[in-house]
């Protein structure tokens, strides 16, 4: 497990450094880290860590895509936990998952309270709301690359946190 835990640590720490840096995770850093995962289940479990890494690596997609499509994630923050996923399996990737979101309500609670924007926040998400249900479509809920509105966050301070509290959930069994 030592290994695996290297793995993540090394895989978050470069990514929150390049999406503070960037504002992307890059594919370069995704790509090594998925690969390291997969080698590593496959010699440590054989094919069946290959077979749950694999899966781990496409869950995050499968249940996270809606969001990327409503522009409310990243595609790097996705792709971030596809890594995860990879390296550490099913159960912790779902764990990982849930931490995050946990994770980013509390940051964008904090961001509302201090910029005291919680109001206008509410009547933006209820707008949205409506115009998806009224529309009957799934429409784009922020644009990425606008960084003034004051709105928006690096989800990777999220993952973050959420991949090191499962982590040490794990660790703790």
Known sequence: ????????????????????????IKNLIIVIFMTAGLATNLITS?????????????????LLIIFYMARMLGAGDIKLFCAIGAIAGVRFVMYAMAYSFIA???????????????????????????TCFLTHSLQPYTDFKDK?????????????????IALIGNIAK
């Not at 054989?46 to 499968?62: E, K, M, Q, W, Y």
């Not at 309270?113 to 949205?128: A, E, H, I, M, P």
């Open 1 to 24: 497990m030592t290994v695996r835990y290297t793995e993540l640590l090394l895989l978050v720490l470069i990514s929150l450094i390049s999406d503070i840096k960037t504002f992307k």
């Open 46 to 62: 054989g094919l069946a860590g290959l077979a749950d890494s694999l899966l781990a690596a496409v869950i995050p997609i499968t």
């Open 104 to 130: 980013g309500g509390i940051i964008a609670c904090i961001i509302m309270l201090v910029s005291k924007s919680f109001r206008k926040r509410g009547r933006y998400l209820t707008c949205y709301l409506k």
């Open 148 to 164: 003034s509105d004051g709105a928006k966050f690096r989800f990777s301070y999220a993952v973050a946190c959420g991949t090191a």
